[in-house]
T-cell receptor
Framework: NAGVTQTPKFQVLKTGQSMTLQCAQDMNHEYMSWYRQDPGMGLRLIHYSVGAGITDQGEVPNGYNVSRSTTEDFPLRLLSAAPSQTSVYFC????????????????FGQGTRLTVV | GENVEQHPSTLSVQEGDSAVIKCTYSDSASNYFPWYKQELGKRPQLIIDIRSNVGEKKDQRIAVTLNKTAKHFSLHITETQPEDSAVYFCAARVDSNYQLIWGAGTKLIIKP
């Protein structure tokens, strides 16, 4: 198993440009999420999905869109990049299932370091 | 909703000494408490977790303790080594909820 694969690893964007961060997992996990990590602020949830066709907003969703057309893929789209979106982005998945106390370890992708100039 | 506070934000200890990182949570319904380690430039990875029906869990040099009454849990690392230098995150969740609530992180520095 590759686990959670996230691309690209590094990206520089100009203000106003758009791009998509890719995330794929091969563990058949229903729950997937996107975080941004800024110094001293821990992990902040952007968007999440509890299954194919279902997405919802997290703590800091503005400026980002997501979709979940398959169980495996959960891309994050930056609509019009702003310098405030300079951050490290992590995709994560877990085997959370409603009503079941299963192993719910969150597996993270390698991260994308995004700089908006 | 749930809120998780983590202290200290930075911890510097001498190699070989012990390190303790503490987290408090607000939702008494939370019943799952993981700890993640993030080395510089790497992804966070689970190092230990505990459920609310257990008061303590150990794995070699690391242990986690949980006090449900006081709503706090702690990570203990004994005989610290240079490879323990990293940022450590605590989190809390209710099993019926998908969302982990994260602490802000503790940067652990091991001094030679």
């Amino acid at each position: 198993n590759a686990g959670v694969t996230q691309t690209p690893k590094f990206q520089v964007l100009k203000t106003g440009q758009s791009m998509t961060l890719q995330c794929a997992q091969d563990m058949n996990h229903e729950y997937m999420s996107w975080y941004r990590q800024d110094p001293g602020m821990g992990l902040r949830l952007i968007h999440y999905s509890v299954g194919a066709g279902i997405t919802d907003q997290g703590e800091v969703p503005n400026g980002y869109n997501v979709s979940r057309s398959t169980t495996e893929d959960f891309p994050l789209r930056l609509l019009s990049a702003a310098p405030s979106q300079t951050s490290v982005y992590f995709c994560a998945s877990s085997n959370w299932v409603l009503g079941r106390s299963v192993n719910t370890e969150a597996f993270f992708g390698q991260g994308t370091r995004l700089t908006v100039v | 909703g749930e809120n998780v506070e983590q202290h200290p934000s930075t911890l510097s200890v001498q190699e070989g000494d012990s390190a303790v990182i503490k987290c408090t949570y607000s939702d008494s319904a939370s019943n799952y408490f993981p700890w993640y380690k993030q080395e510089l430039g790497k992804r966070p990875q689970l190092i230990i977790d505990i459920r609310s029906n257990v008061g303590e869990k150990k794995d070699q040099r690391i242990a986690v303790t949980l006090n449900k009454t006081a709503k706090h849990f702690s990570l203990h690392i004994t005989e610290t080594q240079p490879e323990d230098s990293a940022v450590y995150f605590c989190a809390a969740r209710v099993d019926s909820n998908y969302q982990l609530i994260w602490g802000a992180g503790t940067k652990l520095i091991i001094k030679p």
